[in-house]
């Protein structure tokens, strides 16, 4: 890690219209970089470690500092070149070209494998991106929730009449992304008992607002599921334990909730925490690696298995997304059916690939000056823009009621094809009018509609079988450059770990500039779109429909 260049100050984003760079590009770039690094925001500050377990910002603290001492220099018309958190190079490219390319974890197909990965990690020649940590855009936990809260809105709409309320949602794991779970499920009125091993962090996510309560042992935790269920009443419940232990024990009683689902870190094996004294397993993990990662498949295997067994017994059943049945199914255990498809469906195939369809997915912005007023501005613009979007109003009141803002204040919205230029182009005029006080950043989660191949999660089951097909993510960091973006990140893993996925990230600044005006009408059109040219070109219906009446060039 280079700790000798850890800086002396803590590192946070710097707010304010002074820059430290040539560009509001580069500061803008600087900054976010920062954010992911903020305490507040950041899973392990010390190892640069954002979220997901493992994923990094920069590979150490002394590439961290180049990357710095790089943007600070960078000249309007020149693009900083990433590999994997080390900068390697400074190009002279256009103005209008990005000043940042980002590419992290990517491995040849052959030698695509956790095990090649980690040698290269511990000789300091890679690091793991996750998403957003090694593109320089996460949120906090913020940035998973609309997606978490729509997802639950269309579990609720399927199968409980439109509503959450009376119904006990159980999942596990309180990290940087799956704290939204347990606010998700309350925002649609619903109940959630959330397993962490991690004493500490049940603790911070009360201290966050996105849990309500702690419980003192499982048999008070149910009694307050029970309690809050009788009532109809949205509230959140976390449980210090183990999920491996906690779901088996669930069943063992007879148990049952209506929703079962997690969002544990399981895409590598050494960030998922196996049944045991907590103190004692996080030993074995740096003692012995190997004994580490046959008890960790061994609990996953457990926590799978009960995931089935709960659906069997009534419960609906989802997988969030950190390849926990993709573990277990190389553990051995049977996690599909005789068509090859998974015995509990994950989210996208089962509630959001219609959205996706559409070109919406999960869009977001920061506000450069640190100034939460800039974001309260903004929320009032989105509802001026889309005044008979009923969900959009309902989320921003949620959000603005429950929501708090860490690091740089930043929004998370679902917008499809055609909304995002719209009102990427309002938030450039805002900035150019003086209503917000600094230029706002832009940006993505790398989970959206046409930039990313993850048969794990993202692109199962699609419609003609392309789940595996990594062209389109490529497609898409190469059309967002050609378009104009001021920062393109290309990345291997994700959340469901090396191999596994390929995925893009996108971001734009809005500086207020007429020049600046015309890259987001194309960059904003362009990203959602690759949405409906996936899902078109795989024979969805709705995407080629939506293409037909929104004018997508679709050749043949």
């Given at each position: 890690?280079?700790?000798?260049?850890?800086?002396?100050?803590?590192?946070?984003?710097?707010?304010?219209?002074?820059?430290?760079?040539?560009?509001?590009?580069?500061?803008?770039?600087?900054?976010?970089?920062?954010?992911?690094?903020?305490?507040?925001?950041?899973?392990?500050?010390?190892?640069?470690?954002?979220?997901?377990?493992?994923?990094?910002?920069?590979?150490?603290?002394?590439?961290?500092?180049?990357?710095?001492?790089?943007?600070?220099?960078?000249?309007?018309?020149?693009?900083?070149?990433?590999?994997?958190?080390?900068?390697?190079?400074?190009?002279?490219?256009?103005?209008?070209?990005?000043?940042?390319?980002?590419?992290?974890?990517?491995?040849?197909?052959?030698?695509?494998?956790?095990?090649?990965?980690?040698?290269?990690?511990?000789?300091?020649?890679?690091?793991?991106?996750?998403?957003?940590?090694?593109?320089?855009?996460?949120?906090?936990?913020?940035?998973?929730?609309?997606?978490?809260?729509?997802?639950?809105?269309?579990?609720?709409?399927?199968?409980?009449?439109?509503?959450?309320?009376?119904?006990?949602?159980?999942?596990?794991?309180?990290?940087?992304?799956?704290?939204?779970?347990?606010?998700?499920?309350?925002?649609?009125?619903?109940?959630?008992?959330?397993?962490?091993?991690?004493?500490?962090?049940?603790?911070?996510?009360?201290?966050?607002?996105?849990?309500?309560?702690?419980?003192?042992?499982?048999?008070?935790?149910?009694?307050?599921?029970?309690?809050?269920?009788?009532?109809?009443?949205?509230?959140?419940?976390?449980?210090?334990?183990?999920?491996?232990?906690?779901?088996?024990e669930l069943l063992a009683r007879g148990y049952?909730?209506?929703?079962?689902?997690?969002?544990?870190?399981?895409?590598?094996?050494?960030?998922?925490?196996?049944?045991?004294?907590?103190a004692a397993v996080l030993q074995l993990r740096?003692?012995?690696?190997?004994?580490?990662?046959?008890?960790?498949?061994?609990?996953?295997?457990?926590?799978?298995?009960?995931?089935?067994?709960?659906?069997?017994?009534?419960?609906?059943?989802?997988?969030?997304?950190?390849?926990?049945?993709?573990?277990?199914?190389?553990?051995?255990?049977?996690?599909?059916?005789?068509?090859?498809?998974?015995?509990?469906?994950?989210?996208?195939?089962?509630?959001?690939?219609?959205?996706?369809?559409?070109?919406?997915?999960?869009?977001?912005?920061?506000?450069?000056?640190?100034?939460?007023?800039?974001?309260?501005?903004?929320?009032?613009?989105?509802?001026?823009?889309?005044?008979?979007?009923?969900?959009?109003?309902?989320?921003?009141?949620?959000?603005?009621?429950?929501?708090?803002?860490?690091?740089?204040?930043?929004?998370?919205?679902?917008?499809?094809?055609?909304?995002?230029?719209?009102?990427?182009?309002?938030?450039?005029?805002?900035?150019?009018?003086?209503?917000?006080?600094?230029?706002?950043?832009?940006?993505?989660?790398?989970?959206?509609?046409?930039?990313?191949?993850?048969?794990?999660?993202?692109?199962?089951?699609?419609?003609?079988?392309?789940?595996?097909?990594?062209?389109?993510?490529?497609?898409?960091?190469?059309?967002?450059?050609?378009?104009?973006?001021?920062?393109?990140?290309?990345?291997?893993?994700?959340?469901?770990?090396?191999?596994?996925?390929?995925?893009?990230?996108?971001?734009?600044?809005?500086?207020?500039?007429?020049?600046?005006?015309?890259?987001?009408?194309?960059?904003?059109?362009?990203?959602?779109?690759?949405?409906?040219?996936r899902h078109a070109d795989a024979g969805y219906?709705?995407?080629?429909?939506?293409?037909?009446?929104?004018?997508?060039?679709?050749?043949?």
């Amino acid at each position: 890690m280079y700790y000798e260049y850890q800086p002396e100050k803590t590192v946070k984003a710097q707010h304010g219209t002074t820059l430290r760079c040539k560009t509001w590009e580069a500061e803008a770039a600087l900054r976010m970089l920062e954010n992911n690094l903020d305490p507040a925001v950041s899973l392990v500050y010390d190892e640069l470690i954002v979220y997901g377990g493992a994923g990094r910002a920069a590979r150490n603290w002394k590439e961290y500092q180049t990357i710095v001492r790089t943007l600070k220099n960078l000249e309007p018309d020149e693009t900083m070149l990433v590999q994997s958190g080390k900068a390697v190079g400074v190009l002279r490219t256009w103005a209008h070209a990005p000043r940042v390319l980002i590419a992290n974890s990517n491995l040849v197909p052959a030698w695509s494998t956790q095990e090649h990965f980690d040698e290269l990690d511990r000789l300091g020649l890679m690091m793991y991106g996750q998403m957003t940590a090694g593109s320089w855009i996460y949120i906090a936990t913020q940035g998973i929730l609309q997606g978490t809260y729509e997802t639950f809105a269309a579990v609720a709409e399927r199968h409980f009449s439109g509503t959450l309320a009376g119904t006990v949602t159980v999942t596990a794991g309180l990290g940087g992304m799956s704290g939204a779970q347990p606010l998700a499920v309350t925002m649609n009125d619903g109940v959630c008992l959330v397993i962490e091993p991690i004493d500490e962090r049940v603790k911070q996510k009360m201290r966050e607002g996105y849990l309500d309560e702690q419980a003192r042992n499982l048999d008070h935790a149910l009694e307050l599921c029970e309690q809050y269920r009788k009532e109809r009443k949205g509230w959140s419940i976390g449980l210090t334990g183990n999920a491996a232990t906690v779901l088996p024990e669930l069943l063992a009683r007879g148990y049952k909730a209506d929703i079962v689902t997690d969002q544990t870190s399981a895409h590598d094996l050494l960030d998922y925490i196996p049944e045991g004294d907590l103190a004692a397993v996080l030993q074995l993990r740096q003692d012995n690696p190997a004994e580490f990662r046959q008890q960790a498949l061994a609990s996953i295997m457990k926590h799978c298995q009960a995931i089935i067994d709960m659906q069997k017994a009534g419960s609906v059943a989802l997988d969030y997304g950190n390849n926990l049945r993709g573990q277990a199914e190389k553990g051995g255990l049977k996690v599909r059916d005789e068509q090859g498809q998974f015995l509990y469906p994950g989210f996208v195939p089962a509630y959001i690939r219609p959205l996706f369809c559409e070109g919406k997915g999960p869009f977001r912005w920061a506000a450069l000056s640190g100034d939460p007023q800039d974001i309260l501005r903004l929320d009032r613009a989105l509802l001026e823009t889309f005044p008979d979007d009923k969900l959009l109003a309902r989320w921003i009141e949620k959000a603005q009621a429950k929501v708090p803002f860490i690091g740089l204040p930043a929004r998370v919205c679902w917008l499809g094809y055609g909304e995002r230029e719209k009102f990427g182009l309002v938030i450039n005029e805002l900035v150019a009018r003086g209503e917000v006080s600094a230029p706002i950043v832009i940006g993505r989660d790398h989970l959206d509609c046409g930039s990313v191949a993850s048969p794990n999660r993202e692109t199962e089951g699609m419609k003609d079988g392309s789940d595996a097909v990594a062209d389109w993510p490529l497609l898409n960091a190469l059309a967002n450059c050609a378009s104009g973006a001021d920062w393109v990140s290309l990345h291997n893993g994700g959340g469901v770990g090396i191999g596994n996925s390929t995925h893009s990230g996108m971001v734009i600044v809005a500086t207020g500039t007429p020049e600046k005006a015309e890259r987001l009408k194309r960059v904003l059109t362009t990203d959602p779109g690759m949405g409906i040219l996936r899902h078109a070109d795989a024979g969805y219906e709705l995407a080629q429909q939506v293409a037909r009446e929104r004018g997508v060039l679709i050749p043949g």
